[in-house]
């Protein structure tokens, strides 16, 4: 099976998957955490506390191994009995929730008070320590509520302003509803004992009197006001009744071990009533959505056919009718048609217009151009004539120097070369020796000689000698 998270349209049909975005994926986290995590008491140390303008107060709650985030809102730090400090080791009263801007995991105080708040705490915490090893808690004996209860007992005192709120809960969401009251004192030295008997015999008379779900209600007070629902008789005839038990004790700070036993706490008497009856208020708005979509879908299905009736009507119009309102359609079909034509001529016209005159505006002048191409020829001859001769004089030119500077010409005018026996022009005496053979070239001609002396000319600095390359003197 696939686990993507799944949608069911409006039919109840076709299953399809869904593509959550990062906000409804942190919405959902925190949803599914406050609604799996009840409210509880964390104790630890505060630290990095943070008193907001807006009266907010944020810190962190930790202990040796582990912190967390909290954040207690102005209207619950309005009405703490003493001011929280950094290392104040303190109890809070916290709903686990999530931050879903930032997707920061922290806890809601709804209450704070310091560590230890003496032996009724201290009893509370023993009590609940005990009944919770025998498994009196274990979730998984608590028994779910009715769907659609058919009737509802109450234990409580027949004077408690509770009750009132209950009854007119329950008058206001299923006033069908039987209910029963099981009288009993909430407050007092036999109260506890009366709660317990209430109970069981609330238990024993559900049968008969027709109840499905018992509500164990009182109103707020401090610890002392419902210390007789922190009893261990009552606690085991909660688990005892044959039927689910919801507990409404106090307000939503409050915590007693009834609570704990019940099979469903709520955190107040009127909110008991109301997870009672939350089956007939869903019921209601279910068959209130459906009676709308049965509307919709009644009054959709009403305009359909009054369209093809409507569609209907006009085709069973006279054919006289229609006949002129074809020629009317014709009619006016044949004059649109009309203008377009006209349009269209006069769009053609006013195209071949502009281009006859671009046309006549780029014709060529072939007179000037032709006169134009004979002085150009006349200034290309000229100009060749000129370039050739320019050539010629150049070349003559070059041709003489090149004269001036051969080797011919510069042994006619009565220089010589000289070249050793390996045919090396000479340029300075030092390596000549007497008797050493030499060749010399004249303009006509070659001597073969033999030095008799050298005579080296002492002002002329030494010329190098390149061997096996003749060159001009």
């Known amino acids: ?25 942190n919405r959902l986290a925190r949803e599914t955490l406050e609604a799996s995590i009840p409210l509880l008491w964390v104790a630890g140390e505060i630290s990095n506390l943070t008193r907001a303008s807006s009266g907010h107060l944020y810190f962190t709650l930790k202990d040796e191994q582990a912190q967390v985030r909290c954040t207690m809102w102005r209207n619950r730090a309005q009405l703490l009995a003493f001011r929280p400090e950094n290392g104040m080791r303190v109890e809070a009263r916290a709903l686990v929730t999530l931050y879903e801007v930032r997707g920061d995991y922290q806890l809601s105080i709804e209450a704070l008070r310091p560590a230890g708040i003496g032996n009724l705490y201290e009893a509370f915490n023993r009590l609940k320590d005990k009944l919770a090893a025998e498994g009196l808690f274990d979730p998984a004996t608590r028994r779910p509520l009715p769907r659609y209860p058919r009737g509802v007992g109450i234990v409580t005192s027949p004077a408690a302003a509770a009750l009132q709120d209950v009854l007119s809960t329950l008058r206001r969401r299923a006033p069908h509803l039987d209910v029963v009251l099981y009288p009993s004192a909430v407050q007092g030295a036999d109260a506890a004992a009366r709660l317990s008997a209430a109970v069981a015999q609330a238990g024993a008379r559900a049968a008969a009197d027709g109840v499905d779900a018992l509500l164990l209600v009182r109103g707020g007070g401090s610890i002392e006001d419902l210390w007789s629902f922190n009893d261990e008789a009552l606690a085991r005839a909660i688990r005892a009744c044959p039927v689910p038990v919801v507990s409404g004790v106090g307000h939503e700070t409050d915590f007693t071990i009834a609570d ?45 056919l009054s369209q093809r009736l409507d569609r209907s009507a006009l085709r069973l119009a006279h054919p006289r009718d229609r006949l002129r309102r074809a020629a009317a359609e014709l009619g006016n079909l044949s004059q649109r048609l ?13 195209q071949q217009t502009r281009l006859q005159l671009r046309l006549a505006s780029r014709q060529p002048e072939i007179a000037l151009a032709r006169e134009r191409c004979e002085r150009l020829a006349q200034r290309l ?71 008799l002396a050298a005579r080296p000319d002492i002002n002329a600095p030494p010329a190098p000698e390149t061997p096996g390359t003749p060159e001009t003197p």
């Open 1 to 25: 099976m696939s686990n993507d998270l799944l949608l069911t349209d409006s039919s109840g049909f076709a299953p399809r998957p869904q593509v959550l975005s990062v906000a409804a994926l």
């Open 260 to 304: 704990f036993a019940a099979d469903l706490r709520a955190p107040t008497p009127t909110g008991a009533a109301e997870l009672t009856t939350s089956g007939y208020v869903a019921a209601r708005q279910t068959i209130a959505a459906l009676a709308a979509r049965l509307q919709r879908a009644a009054g959709r299905r009403v305009e359909t």
């Open 338 to 350: 009309q203008t377009a034509l006209q349009r269209a001529l006069e769009r053609k016209r006013d």
């Open 381 to 451: 001859l000229r100009s060749s004539e000129v370039h050739q001769r320019r050539r010629r004089e150049q070349l003559a030119s070059l041709s003489a120097h090149l004269l001036h500077l051969a080797p011919e010409a510069v042994l006619a005018r009565g220089y010589s070369i000289a070249r050793d026996g390996n045919g090396n022009i000479l340029r300075s005496v030092g390596k000549l020796r007497p008797g050493d053979s030499i060749e010399v070239e004249l303009a006509h001609g070659k001597v073969d000689a033999q030095v």
